[in-house]
Structure formats: structure tokens, C-alpha cells
């Protein structure tokens, strides 16, 4: 007998490549997230000791042109770390996208499983079905014979 084959598997391959792919973008989203999110706690932890060793040194005596200079690097890391905010900002949101999709391949992808399993599942019990009506034919056909 013919063997059952599931007439969308193409479109199940095709989903789970989809879902193949977008867990590698989201896996590369949130290690892009993760990059910049611990380059951001560097930079504010850069800035907390240059905070110290600026207090140490107004402490010991600083000169005008040493004082301006901290001020253009405060005024500079501060710049940089609202800057590494906003790219962790948009890399969350970037890996909160991802995730999104991810989900929803995930999803199409179940969907099909579960349509190739209810497929196959009719299909055997077609066959059960058909079987049993032959096994029943035969027996009828013995018993007609007085076999």
C-alpha cells in the first residue's frame, strides 16, 4: 500500500529553517545587547574613579589647566556613556524584536508539527479502519465457506 506522505512537509521544513534562523538573530541580538550593556557598566565604572582620583587630586592642590582638563573629560565620558544608554536602549529593543519573531516561528512551526501529527494519526486510523473491514470480509467469506 502506498505510504501516507504529508503533503505540507516543505512547508514544515520551511518553517523550522525559519525558526533555525531566527534563534541565531536573536542569539546575535542578545549578544549584541550583552556587548554594549558591559561596555556601559565599564564606562560608568571609568567615570566613578576618575570621580576619586579628580577628588584626591583637588585635595592635593590643583592647577587651572589640570582642572580644565578633567572638566572636558568629565564633560566628554559623560557624553559617551548617554550615548552607550541610547545604543543599550535600542539593542534591547532590537533583541525584544527578535525574541518576537522567534516566538512566532516557533509557533508556525508547532502548528505544522501538530497538523503533520493529526495527518498521520487519521491516516493510520484510516488504515486500522480498513484493515479491520478487510479482516471482516475474510472471516465472513470463511464462515459463508463453513471453513
Known amino acids: 500500500m502506498k505510504r501516507n506522505v504529508f503533503t505540507l512537509e516543505r512547508v514544515l521544513h520551511y518553517r523550522r529553517e525559519t525558526e533555525k534562523l531566527r534563534k541565531q538573530e536573536f542569539a ?11 561596555k556601559l557598566r565599564r564606562e560608568e565604572e ?3 574613579k576618575l570621580n576619586l582620583e579628580f577628588l584626591k587630586r583637588q585635595i592635593d592642590g590643583i592647577g587651572a589647566m589640570e582642572l580644565q ?12 556613556i548617554l550615548d552607550q544608554r541610547e ?14 519573531s522567534l516566538v512566532e516561528a516557533a509557533t508556525d512551526k508547532k502548528i505544522m508539527e501538530e497538523l503533520k501529527k493529526k495527518k498521520l494519526e487519521a491516516h493510520e486510523k484510516a488504515l486500522a479502519v480498513k484493515e479491520q473491514a478487510f479482516l471482516d470480509e475474510i472471516a465472513l467469506q470463511q464462515r459463508e465457506l463453513g471453513i
Not at 546575535?28 to 558591559?38: D, S, W
Open 87 to 100: 545604543k543599550v536602549t535600542a539593542l534591547d529593543r532590537k533583541q525584544e524584536e527578535k525574541n518576537n
Open 28 to 38: 546575535l541580538a542578545k549578544r549584541e545587547f550583552e556587548m554594549a550593556e558591559e
Open 46 to 48: 571609568s567615570i566613578e
Open 69 to 80: 582638563l578633567y572638566a572636558d573629560f568629565f564633560r566628554k565620558k559623560k557624553k559617551d
